[in-house]
């Protein structure tokens, strides 16, 4: 079965300091991988993607995520955090054969402090 | 560019009345059209998958019957809940993807939709 987990339902970073917001996922052949960032009472805004080539993805706002094949993980990160960081974060894999769905994972709350 | 719009972004109606929700795609055409269902701080639960000109496909649990999906053209998709009750209070969303390209797109999401069922 195809799933994905993000194990950590919130992550509280101090302003300026790194961040990771984990992603692990299950799927049978290679995954397409996606993170989504939702602000309160808005829909999801697109971060970045993974389909083939480069394990760095750079995306929006300064995220990037690294796809590591060997541990099924594609964990969200971003060099120095901000306060309007804070919110809430998705990872998503593409199904297979199923017409584009995305599987999401249960999300993570990034909160920011300054 | 990638725009998609929900009309209208909050409701609130009584009991056993029927609600519309309208998802457009304002800047390209979408083959496909997801609706999700989102409790609060909570995942995205996939209700149905919407393709232009064909029934929608329900996911399993989520009645067909109540939530009518009509997807009429390639911008436009609408989730009609019908005799809504409070337990169908909640933030719906949709999303659409390209017909460009579409083995590596990403679905674009709607902006949602606060539904508040007294």
Redesign the interface.
Known sequence: AQSVAQPEDQVNVAEGNPLTVKCTYSVSGNPYLFWYVQYPNRGLQFLLKYITGDNLVKGSYGFEAEFNKSQTSFHLKKPSALVSDSALYFCAVRALNQGGKLIFGQGTELSVKP | GAV?S?HPSRVICKSGTSVKIECRSLDFQAT?M?WYRQFP????M?MA?S?EGSKA?YEQGVEKDKFLINHASLTLSTLTVTSAHPEDSS?Y?C?A?SRVN?S?N???????T?LTVL
């Open positions: 998609v929900q496909t997801f701080k909570k995942s995205l996939l998958t393709n496909t933030f969303i999303s993807r579409t590596y990403e679905q674009f999401f709607g902006p949602g606060r």
